[in-house]
């Protein structure tokens, strides 16, 4: 299974890597851009065949390596 | 219309990243992680109302200032 997450900061959390893409954006003359959220995108390729399973066995990777909780949201897509 | 972009390295491009993610799930006992790749994902709120135009200008933000069309593919979609 592979398993696709995106892990993303928080509402609210101030993002300034995001600023100073959509400051490029404004330097490049592309105008109409009116906010810019980075974040992270990790594809994992398991060896879990059960959904369910994969899903939990993620999830618990996102908690405790991939994702920083306080700051972050994880989203976490399972397909075949 | 919001556009959100995956940045992700080509396939046969070396990805330390992903790898060292890949060592830090062995590392904590995560067993069954047969690969990893981080990418880049990023969300772009646009003023524009037009799905196809928003796409096109998308891609031209992507080819001149997001990514690296060498090493890395790029996939767009519009959501409205």
Same mark, same amino acid.
């Given at each position: ?29 592309? +105008?109409?851009? #009116? ?6 995108? &990790? *594809?994992?390729?398991?060896? @879990?065949?059960? $959904? ?7 999830? +618990?990777?996102? #908690? ?6 306080? &700051? *972050?949201?994880?989203?976490? @897509?399972?397909? $075949?």
């Amino acid at each position: 299974m592979k398993a696709r997450i995106h892990i993303t900061l928080k509402n609210g959390v101030l993002d300034p890597q995001g600023k100073a893409i959509q400051q490029a954006l404004a330097g490049l003359a592309f +105008d109409g851009v #009116e906010d810019v959220r980075q974040g992270k995108f &990790i *594809e994992i390729e398991l060896t @879990e065949s059960d $959904a369910d399973t994969a899903r939990v066995q993620v999830s +618990d990777m996102c #908690e405790k390596l991939l994702a920083n909780t306080v &700051i *972050e949201n994880y989203d976490i @897509e399972i397909v $075949a």
